[in-house]
């Protein structure tokens, strides 16, 4: 079974730039999370998809952050404008949550830096 | 008071000995609880998971989970400096607005010397 996919792995733009990152869940399962985790901390909830459905996005700093999810699938996750404090790594996971299953999968995540 | 707590640590223990590893969590309608691993640079991965009261044993690991209290604890016997890595509780929160929602502790960092 493949893992979930990230790309790209390793990005480094100047503030105000856009960026875009993408991913590609494990086949079949139906949960989809963007976190940012900063040096030190653990991982912070962005946003969470079921389907291509949004059921959180509480902490996602609308006013520069986007994500959407097509048919249920891969999802992009947009800065735009991007500022210092977003230095981070994106992780991407999911979930099958069927049958009380809530295990989340762990992509390699994006390593953004911004100078 | 923070959802999920876990002491930053470092935490140190030789190379043979038992690593214990503790977090609490606020919310009493807390219904599963896992432990992830993550390596320096890393992203984490799954190593336990548990839904009962009571001792789960998976290899050199023991998750242990004691709802009354509101802490679950994971045991790593026979520690190996391959097990240096910080450690992160989540807790699944339970079905709520429609959807389960999960909370990451802050993790512990473990350092298993030779």
């Known amino acids: 079974e493949a893992g979930v996919a990230q790309s790209p792995r390793y990005k480094i733009i100047e503030k105000r730039q856009s960026v875009a990152f993408w991913c590609n869940p494990i086949?079949?399962?139906?949960?989809l999370y963007w976190y940012q985790q900063i040096l030190g901390q653990g991982p912070k909830l962005l946003i969470q998809f079921q389907n291509n459905g949004v059921v959180d996005d509480s902490q996602l700093p609308k006013d520069r952050f986007s994500a959407e999810r097509l048919k249920g699938v891969d999802s992009t996750l947009k800065i735009q404008p991007a500022k210092l404090e977003d230095s981070a790594v994106y992780l991407c996971a999911s979930s099958l949550e069927l049958g009380g299953s809530y295990e989340q999968y762990f992509g390699p995540g994006t390593r953004l830096t911004v100078t | 008071q923070k959802e999920v707590e876990q002491n930053s640590g470092p935490l140190s223990v030789p190379e043979g000995a038992i690593a214990s590893l503790n977090c609490t969590y606020s919310d009493r309608g807390s219904q599963s609880f896992f432990w992830y691993r993550q390596y320096s640079g890393k992203s984490p991965e799954l190593i336990m998971f548990i839904y009962s009261n009571g001792d789960k044993e998976d290899g050199r690991f023991t998750a242990q989970l004691n709802k009354a209290s509101q802490y679950v604890s994971l045991l790593i016997r026979d520690s190996q400096p391959s097990d240096s890595a910080t450690y992160l509780c989540?807790?699944?929160?339970?079905?709520?607005?429609?959807?389960?929602?999960?909370?990451f502790g802050t993790g512990t960092k473990l350092q298993v010397i030779p």
């Open positions: 989540a807790v699944n929160l339970g079905f709520s607005g429609g959807y389960q929602k999960v909370t």
């Open positions: 086949s079949g399962h139906a949960t």
